[in-house]
């Protein structure tokens, strides 16, 4: 039976989504290749003090372990040069003005720009703006409210973090918007400068992050272009762990360099993240899809976070009964590592457009936390 627009009210759907990716790119490589020189020189320079015992010397980067341990071959950063550079090893741009656009708006706007024009939608219809990412750069005003006035937005804007979770959560929210009638337009946009929180000194983690911007316009269903993806349900969870943690903070300002400890940056256990994560997803994506009564084996397509390709094959083979094949379970992570709440996203945006009407999906984000979201979707067109 065909919906009239009044049924259709109060129904989140993707209108579009929209993807910013920054020019630069740091192969395994390069990355390695910058890590062990800097390995080289701390050894060198602390030669006396590892001879005696007093520091421990530090080993080489591999890239065959990178690839291997966790898919990733390459990623894109917005400054490319300084993080490279084996003084340096983290990114720096020139400090913008006040009355400039500041970095993490500029590369969120490019990405809304490109949401709205695919969904044909003038920002003036557009009610509300989410910054949803894993770090602003930033306490306030919020980010979202910046990409707001830059894209001429009416309405209102504000910035939540839930790490890895933060675009699944920023959709959950949009679309509860529309469902109690708040909005009708709604954009998620997720800018993650991730090259700005990693610790590129970290042998064990300095090859995990990318950088880039992605937006999911959500939309009520009655005023959403022809072609769009209902959003059959939502589900977020989320279990306190210290597993995955980042210390910074505006009540903790040393910097990470100077007081010798790294834990105002990105810190993790790898291992623990691996093997409590996935059965927790997993678990959540086959009860979720039992409450919508989808048949998980039956989904056309899933696009996960992108942090392992080890743990979205164990998670995919999960959900689907079987291998998931690259076409069931696309993966970005090898061009773009890890873009923390961008990751699946970008799956989404790269490998959705060849499904046909009435396929099933889900978008599926989890990390630190921990948390974990689950977006099914099903094309419309
Ligand atoms: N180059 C070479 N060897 C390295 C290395 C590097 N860059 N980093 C670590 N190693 C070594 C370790 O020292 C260790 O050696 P040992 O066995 O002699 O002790 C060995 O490789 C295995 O290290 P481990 O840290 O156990 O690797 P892993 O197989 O668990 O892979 C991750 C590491 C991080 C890729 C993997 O655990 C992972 O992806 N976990 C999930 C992360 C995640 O989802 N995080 C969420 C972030 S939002």
């Known amino acids: 039976m065909e919906l009239t627009a009044q049924d259709r009210t109060g129904r989140p759907v993707i209108s579009a989504t929209g993807l910013f990716t920054p020019e630069h790119v740091i192969t395994n490589e390069e990355l390695v290749a910058s890590y062990n020189d800097y390995v080289e020189g701390h050894n060198a320079s602390n030669a006396n003090a590892i001879a005696a015992g007093e520091v421990e010397a530090l080993q080489p980067s591999s890239v065959e372990f990178i690839e291997k341990a966790s898919g990733i071959k390459a990623r894109h950063v917005m400054a490319k040069e300084p993080i490279l550079d084996p003084d340096i090893m983290s990114p720096r741009w020139e400090e913008r003005g006040n009355d400039e656009l500041s ?13 709205l024009e695919r969904a044909g939608r003038d920002p003036k219809d557009v009610d509300a703006v989410l910054c949803a990412a894993s770090n602003m750069q930033r306490a306030y005003p919020a980010m979202a409210i910046e990409i707001q006035q830059e894209l001429g937005i009416e309405g209102f804007g504000f910035d939540m973090n839930v790490a890895c979770s933060s675009a699944t959560f920023g959709i959950q929210t949009a679309a509860d918007y529309i469902r109690a009638g708040n909005a009708k337009s709604v954009l998620v946009v997720s800018p993650e400068i991730t090259s700005g929180h990693l610790n590129w000194r970290d042998r064990d983690s300095h090859f995990i992050f990318g950088d880039v911007a992605t937006a999911v316009l959500v939309e009520d269903a009655a005023i959403a272009p ?3 993806w209902d959003i059959l349900g939502t589900k977020l969870k989320t279990v306190f762990s210290n597993n995955i943690r980042n210390n910074f903070g505006f009540l903790n300002r040393a910097h990470p360099d100077g007081d010798g400890k790294p834990d105002k940056l990105f810190v993790q256990e790898g291992r623990k993240v691996f093997k409590e994560v996935v059965p927790m997803v997993a678990q959540m994506i086959i009860d979720e899809a039992e409450r919508l009564e989808i048949d998980p084996k039956g989904l056309r397509r899933l696009w996960l976070h992108q942090a392992n390709a080890g743990m979205n094959r164990l998670i995919s083979h999960k959900v689907l009964g079987h291998e ?11 061009t773009y590592a890890n873009t923390s709440s961008a990751g699946s996203i970008i799956a989404f945006h790269k490998h959705s457009e060849d499904l046909a009407v009435g396929d099933d999906g889900l978008i599926c984000s989890f990390g630190a936390g921990y948390s974990a979201g689950t977006v099914f979707v099903r094309k419309v067109g």
């Open 226 to 228: 022809p072609e769009h």
């Open 103 to 115: 970095i993490m708006a500029e590369i969120g706007v490019k990405a809304a720009r490109q949401a």
């Open 324 to 334: 998931a094949s690259n076409d069931e379970s696309p993966t970005v992570l090898d």
